[in-house]
């Protein structure tokens, strides 16, 4: 097994959990945050929530689910490569996602509109919430109880106010500290991640073209590589080819890179970390065609008159929904009328963060539609 790097995390330099637990046998802890992640009801749930397209749109499309599990992939052979703790980049990179509403970042977009007087909703605020609070599997304590790296790395956004709330989790965000390597590698490889799949699926779906992505440099080389190498190669194959090489020269792209600055840092430790600028980074000529290929489907794509249609109804959904369940909660499942007692809004958030594309759809049906929906 290669020797890690000093600057990563380890066990020895770990913050633990909150709650103490004896050490797990033939496993690490960080294998263990992975092994309850992967065994949650929530992450579950990821199997049947959107990306772009909304569940029932395609069997072939991306889920949440399918896209935890390719940020993961691509999260560990980086950390491997910088000789970081990949289970702890595995780890932090299957839960990212966990607190994400239905139907992706419109959804979430709804929710926080609902909830613009109770708080506010950000989905990794609520991946955290699921991890500690909302999870029910364990006799000892709610939530999961992962190690505090883990918590650390779910958590890639946070206000100053909402920090404040979270104690020892929240110092860096009011501080201008930085997480681990480790989550600073699983944040990157999110992005690698959804941008290539997105254009793959947008390719799929035939709302973009390899025509028009002939425009975008990081697309078009690679793109120019695959037909001059297989002329005669289907355009189904053509697609994986090209968006193979993109994630290959973006993933080596950020080892390079992120090797030379934590090289030129000097890192020994773990503290070295959390006071350095961000060190996990493409390089500027690839980050400037990144930031090309991202502008390209926020308009092309995200932006599509399809899309926004889904979008449009997914957000009447979630409003509609929000509406009536704090109007009366005793249409809420039992679980959370109990909650609601307390913090009615909350209860309603979670519950609806909860679901998949295809339950709240039916959900939906169930309490508005005129004619009889199965319960």
């Not at 605020?125 to 000892?140: F, H, M």
């Not at 020994?268 to 493409?282: G, N």
């Not at 309603?348 to 508005?368: K, L, N, P, Q, S």
Request: net charge neutral.
């Amino acid at each position: 097994m290669t020797e890690l790097a000093p600057c990563a995390v380890t066990e020895a330099n770990s913050r633990g959990r909150k709650i103490a637990e004896a050490a797990p046998q033939g496993r690490g802890e960080f294998q263990r945050d992975r092994d309850r992640i992967i065994h949650s009801n929530a992450f579950r749930r990821l199997e049947y929530k959107t990306q772009v397209f909304v569940n029932h749109e395609g069997d072939l499309f991306r889920t949440r689910l399918t896209h935890s599990i390719e940020v993961a992939q691509i999260a560990r052979s980086i950390a491997r490569r910088l000789r970081l703790n990949e289970d702890l980049a595995e780890a932090i990179s299957l839960a990212h996602d966990l607190g994400h509403t239905p139907f992706g970042h419109a959804g979430q977009d709804a929710l926080n509109a609902c909830m613009k007087a109770y708080g506010g909703f950000e989905h990794n605020l609520q991946s955290l919430r699921v991890v500690d609070v909302l999870e029910e599997r364990y006799a000892g304590f709610d939530g999961l109880n992962l190690c505090f790296e883990t918590r650390e790395g779910i958590l890639k956004h946070c206000s100053a106010e909402n920090a404040r709330q979270l104690g020892e989790l929240g110092e860096r965000f009011l501080n201008n500290r930085r997480p681990s390597l480790e989550a600073q590698i699983a944040n990157l490889a999110d992005e690698i991640a959804y941008n290539n799949h997105d254009v793959d699926d947008g390719l799929r779906s035939g709302l973009i073209t390899l025509e028009q992505l002939e425009a975008v440099p990081l697309v078009a080389t690679h793109l120019q590589e695959v037909r001059l190498a297989y002329p005669d190669l289907p355009e189904r194959r053509v697609v994986h080819e090209t968006v193979r090489r993109m994630i290959n020269t973006l993933v080596t792209d950020l080892i390079r890179q992120s090797e030379s600055n934590i090289g030129s840092h000097g890192l020994a430790t773990l503290e070295d970390v959390r006071r350095a600028p961000a060190l996990i980074a493409h390089s500027p000529a690839i980050n400037e065609q990144q930031r090309e290929l991202k502008n390209f489907l926020r308009i092309h794509l995200y932006r599509h008159y399809r899309v926004q249609r889904m979008s449009a109804k997914s957000q009447r959904i979630i409003g509609d929904l929000f509406g009536i369940f704090m109007t009366n909660n005793a249409l809420l499942p039992p679980q959370y009328q109990h909650q609601a007692e307390a913090d009615r809004a909350r209860a309603v958030a979670d519950y609806i963060a909860g679901m998949t594309d295809r339950y709240a759809i039916r959900e939906h049906r169930r309490i508005f539609a005129v004619e009889e929906v199965p319960i």
